[in-house]
């Protein structure tokens, strides 16, 4: 087996498959849309070669420095509220003695159902007449309120259920690897004396550093991306004010007809993924060496 | 240990990046008939060139022909959806040799997916386009067949009068009309009589029913601006009512004409409406969908939309069954607009792939079931006529249909949804205006003059 692994042309072989499946997926229309952003095309006449014109007018367009402004505060969101929740709630269900299968099954659920049924689900929460967060509300006393169609409350109305899906997809990543924790270290310091308190935050998170490393790379990633839900609950409305930087590459990509105006937006979302990326492995980095 | 996880962890991303890809390849099958039945039609192509001059007996037993339609008919209340459907099993019963496939995808998403597919090179023989701005840059890129070579003069002489011209490019015909369109105030008849109002025949009336319906309780108007053509189509009225539909028109060829006392007023006339508590209270987040079904569950007295939805008014579940009645948007007195100047009376239709192997096949599907949308849509009440339907029967019609018809039958001029007129980026642009008029984040003054910036457009 291993003289074969270490047979350069089998490797090629082997991956051959993958490489292929990765360049005409992912690096493909990578470049085309490289190319396509440096048009100026409606997506369906004749396209114009306009160098760099698109990327100089997206870093003096409000409306897109305003989008990039949102997705930024989702990803600290992500990193600061969806993620330590999944800690937390990796950490309680390990330590769970009964229904330990099933809590996790539970927490999984809103990551295996579709955005756009969360989405549609999310939306009847919301709605200002008869949904589920103003009914509850009246109950009590208060007046209800449009969550989704007040600016000041739908940018943080739309990410709350994108928090909330992924909560589960981070904390089954983190229950897998607490539960791959030999026992032994654990029962180690039961016997000296420790609390669980003490257990989780000494033995337990920096044990499992590397998977938080994972999870922070998904998270923001993931945060960078978002679009379904946002696009079924507010369509980037009222007056853009949740749209972030893939919405507005869709609006003016197909609403507006600006295929190369759009093209650079989403090239600009996959640079800022890089980016960031490359920051994480950085930092990491360096706080291991140090 | 480690690697454990890491295998798991990898195996996790691998799954969950599968699930991802299949979202974006999901659409993948729905174009591969239509490429499929391309290839297939590339076959059999020489076939058909040799037997020219054979009887058609004979090529029906030989060549069979697959055409392909998208449509955005997918509403189980509207009949176009069922003619199309229909259409399927009736066409091939006549041309056994021919088989049709159809296709729907609601709306908004009918739009990026044709231009994808045009542009993919994966359209399919037959598409549904909107009239004006959204078809026009497809005929400008040579993507649409202009059928005038195909064209059966018996068919082409049952259109009314005038008809064709919206399907018409540099005098060349793209299209045949199937139903027309226009825009009307829709009253709840028992809403408005409990309340003690009238019907509004003039703006002060409009006013004053608000009142009285906020007064007995009711909510006055139905808005659904989350989608934000809805407002558009008060906006497009209430501009036509202070401009007159000349004054309009001359606007779109010199937009600079926006910046004038005419559209400083319609905004502020569609201010004036907020003001006064007429629009459902969540109206920002409300969908033209939720909109619809809450005017017909009774939530809303009044409603200006399009006779497309007649249907879903009449319908035997509506709380508005046989209650509603349409008028006219209401006068402005004061202003150059009249009640015979409507919003709409452009025509959708379908158009033929410029890349189609059987263009003549393609062009009869295309008269046989135009004129089926035509005759049998209107008298369904999908929408108004655009061809002969003195051999209809029209008795199923139903009192709205009727009213609607005769609104037709006085109007002197009409224009299209303004954002079938104006360039898409325009379109946006005002329909965002429109929204932050609404919402008081503008004056009317800003409206106006931010209007004045937009290009002139294509059709006037």
Redesign the interface.
């Known amino acids: 087996m291993n003289k074969i692994l270490s047979n350069k042309k089998a490797i090629t072989v082997f991956m051959a498959p993958a490489m292929l499946i990765i360049v005409v997926?992912v690096l493909v229309p990578i470049v085309i849309s490289l190319y396509y952003s440096l048009l100026k095309w409606?997506?369906?006449?004749?396209a114009t070669f306009i160098g760099i014109e698109n990327y100089i007018n997206l870093f003096g367009d409000e409306r897109f420095i305003a989008s990039v402004k949102n997705s930024l505060l989702y990803v600290v969101l992500s990193l600061f509220i969806q993620l330590p929740l999944s800690l937390l709630l990796a950490i309680v269900v390990s330590n769970t003695k009964k229904l330990e299968k099933f809590y996790v099954t539970v927490f999984f659920i809103p990551v295996i159902i579709s955005s756009v049924v969360i989405g549609q689900l999310w939306q009847k929460v919301?709605?200002?007449?008869y949904g589920l967060l103003n009914v509850l509300l009246r109950s009590l006393g208060y007046s209800g309120h449009?969550?989704?169609?007040?600016e000041k409350t739908?940018l943080m109305c739309s990410f709350i259920p994108n928090l909330w899906q992924y909560i589960g997809?981070h904390m089954?990543?983190m229950y897998?690897?607490i539960k791959?924790i030999?026992t032994d270290i654990s029962e180690a310091a039961k016997i000296d004396g420790a609390n669980r308190f003490q257990t989780a935050m000494r033995i337990t998170i920096p044990i499992l550093k590397?998977?938080i490393q994972?999870c922070v790379t998904?998270s923001l990633i993931g945060a960078l991306k978002i679009f379904d839900l946002i696009f079924v609950l507010?369509?980037g409305?009222?007056?853009?004010s949740t749209e972030v930087p893939t919405i507005y590459m869709y609006?003016t990509t197909?609403?507006?007809?600006?295929y190369g105006y759009g093209s650079a937006i989403s090239t600009f979302v996959i640079i800022e993924c890089f980016l960031f990326t490359a920051i994480l492995r950085f930092i990491f980095k360096n706080r291991e060496d140090a | 240990m480690k690697k454990r996880i890491l295998s798991v962890l990898l195996c996790t991303t691998m799954v969950a990046s599968m699930l991802a890809g299949c979202g974006s390849a999901a659409e993948a099958p729905a174009a591969a008939p239509a490429a499929e039945a391309k290839e297939e039609a590339k076959e059999e192509a020489p076939a058909a060139e040799t037997k020219e001059e054979a009887p058609a007996a004979e090529a029906s037993e030989e060549e069979q022909i697959t055409i392909t339609i998208w449509h955005q008919s997918v509403a189980d209340t509207d009949p176009v959806k069922k003619i199309i459907e229909a259409s399927v099993d009736e066409y091939h019963e006549l041309h056994p040799n021919i088989t049709i496939e159809q296709d729907g995808v609601e709306g908004e998403q009918y739009k990026t997916k044709i231009k994808t597919a045009f542009a993919a090179g994966e359209a399919p023989d037959l598409s549904y386009m909107w009239a004006g701005s959204f078809v026009k840059p497809f005929v400008d890129a040579g993507y649409l067949l202009p059928i005038d070579d195909y064209m059966n003069p018996d068919v082409k002489a049952k259109v009314l009068p005038g008809m064709l011209a919206g399907s018409t490019f540099d005098g060349k015909v793209y299209s045949y009309p199937t139903i027309t369109f226009l825009a009307d105030l829709y009253c709840n008849k028992e809403q408005f009589d409990a309340a003690g109002a009238k019907i509004p025949e003039t703006w002060d009336e409009l006013l004053d029913a608000i009142d009285k319906l906020k007064a007995a309780g009711y909510n006055p108007i139905m808005m659904g601006e989350k989608d934000l053509w809805p407002g558009m189509y008060w906006m497009d009225i209430i501009s036509q009512r202070c401009a007159g539909n000349a004054g309009v028109e001359a606007a779109f060829g010199d937009p600079t004409k926006f910046n004038s006392p005419e559209f400083v007023e319609a905004a502020t006339r569609l201010q004036e409406l907020v003001q006064a508590g007429g629009f459902n209270e969540n109206y920002l987040s409300t969908s033209y969908t939720e909109m619809v079904e809450g005017f017909c569950a009774g939530q809303g007295a009044m409603l200006y939309q399009a006779n497309w939805v007649h249907p879903a008014i009449m319908d035997d579940a509506a709380a508005t069954k046989g209650k509603v009645v349409c008028v006219p948007f209401p006068e402005i007195p004061g202003t150059k607009g009249n009640k015979s100047e409507f919003s709409g009376g452009s025509s959708d239709g379908y158009y033929v792939n410029a890349a189609t192997e059987h263009p003549k096949e393609v062009v009869e599907y295309l008269e046989y079931l135009s004129e089926k949308i035509g005759t049998l849509g209107f008298q369904m009440g999908a929408g108004l006529a655009c061809w002969d339907t003195s051999s209809t029967d029209l008795s199923a019609l139903t009192s709205l249909d009727q009213e609607s018809a005769a609104l037709m039958e006085q109007g002197t001029s009409y224009i299209g949804w303004w954002d079938n007129v104006l360039s898409a980026e325009d379109s946006d642009t005002y329909k965002q205006l429109v929204a932050e008029v609404m919402a008081m984040k503008i004056t009317p003054e800003e409206y106006a003059e931010k209007m004045s910036k937009l290009s002139p457009s294509e059709f006037y």
Do not use: C, E, R
């Open positions: 997926i409606d997506g369906i006449g004749k919301y709605n200002g007449d449009d969550w989704l169609g007040d739908a997809y089954l990543i897998a690897g791959s030999s590397p998977i994972v998904f507010t369509g409305g009222p007056f853009q609006k197909f609403d507006q007809m600006h």
